[in-house]
């Protein structure tokens, strides 16, 4: 074997050797996701009184079928659909649904690996799928001529912001993001985004240094665990609950590393977050979406935390707003 050939290989498996070794070094499972005093306040999500909106199941290109709810508004109305955060299921917006059924037709899903019987919890198939779901959710309901507004809240708002800087973003006319996720280096993200993330941060790097070369037979690995509060694990709505992803469900669950690119193509759009949010730095969104993008409205409410902007009434007043002014 000649020296260039040696070399060759070397270059190949050496960081492969590295990654590995990443991944070895972490395994899930190392925190106590209810511990006490950290993460966020799922106070109001336990207590809620929704009453659960009845679920229909879409299929997707791949054949399986898509947990959603659907209102179908007044005719003639445009076509919202609204994404959960992570670890949580659509039911998160039975409430602010229905209110806003009056001037939508709206859909919730439960994700791909999320939800009351996911093929395999907190994963996918492939980086991207979640945005492939939305795009065939779309397809499945909008009319001839329906206006689309995509909304999502916390890591749900992240996948809008990813969908609108993917291939399939011409679909959306507006957008909507409550308390979204960037990413986690993103200025406005507070350290594990408040307590609620455990990150196995050298699981990712290797993983990532494999993608690189195209090695993805790993990315089923468990590489986030969620700091879910025992009174939501062991609550009514416990067994819905996801409380970890792979690698390549919390890729797809987020902007790209460029996330302000993802940001610049979003369109008209209204971030609401609350002052309080734990998770992340409310009144640094602006100032950080406005250096790439003048297509947004900023809207920060007093007094609120990042769960609880979702049933915040000023919330449904400004989604109103942006349904409302479609022409």
């Given amino acids: 074997m000649n020296s260039l050939m ?19 070094s972490q395994r899930p499972g190392e925190v106590d996701p209810g511990r006490t005093g950290a993460g966020l306040d799922f106070s109001g999500v336990v207590a809620g009184e929704a009453v659960p909106l009845p679920v ?3 299929k997707k290109r791949d054949g399986t079928e898509l947990a ?38 709206v859909l919730v899903p ?9 093929v395999r919890r907190g994963d996918v198939d492939y980086i991207g799928q979640l945005e ?26 992240g996948l809008v912001v990813r969908f609108a800087g993917g291939t399939q ?23 594990n985004s408040g307590g609620w993330a455990h990150v196995l941060t050298r699981r990712i790097i290797g993983l990532s240094m ?18 879910m509060p025992e009174a939501a694990r062991n609550g009514p709505q416990g067994h819905l609950a996801t409380l970890a992803y792979s690698y390549r469900m919390n890729t797809s669950y987020g902007p790209r590393r460029d996330y ?19 998770a992340f730095v409310a009144d640094g969104y602006e100032p950080l979406m406005s250096e790439v993008t003048d297509k947004g409205h900023y809207l920060l409410v007093p007094g609120t935390g990042h769960l609880d902007i979702v049933d915040h009434p000023a919330t449904a007043q400004a989604i109103a707003e942006v349904l409302d002014g479609l022409d």
């Fill in 68 to 105: 959603v709810r659907h209102l179908p508004g007044p005719p003639g109305a445009p076509l919202l659909i609204l994404v959960h955060g992570s670890g949580w299921h659509g039911g998160q917006f039975d409430g602010l649904a229905r209110v806003l059924a009056e001037r939508a037709e």
């Fill in 169 to 191: 973003g011409g679909m959306l006319d507006a957008a909507v993001l409550m308390a979204p996720f960037l990413q986690y280096d993103a200025p406005v993200t507070r350290p």
């Fill in 210 to 227: 494999l993608n690189a070369v195209r090695i993805r037979a790993l990315n089923h690995l468990t590489i986030i665990e969620f700091n």
């Fill in 260 to 278: 302000k690119a993802d940001i610049a193509a979003l369109p008209d759009f209204v971030l609401i977050a609350g002052a309080e949010d734990e």
């Fill in 6 to 24: 040696i070399s060759v290989i070397a270059t190949v498996t050496m960081p492969a050797v590295i990654a590995l070794g990443l991944i070895a």
């Fill in 56 to 58: 229909t199941q879409v």
């Fill in 132 to 157: 492939d779901d939305l795009a065939d959710l779309i397809a499945a309901y909008r009319q001839e001529g329906q206006k689309v507004v995509l909304g999502g809240h916390s890591s749900g708002g």
């Fill in 110 to 118: 439960d994700l791909r690996g999320h939800g009351a019987a996911p």
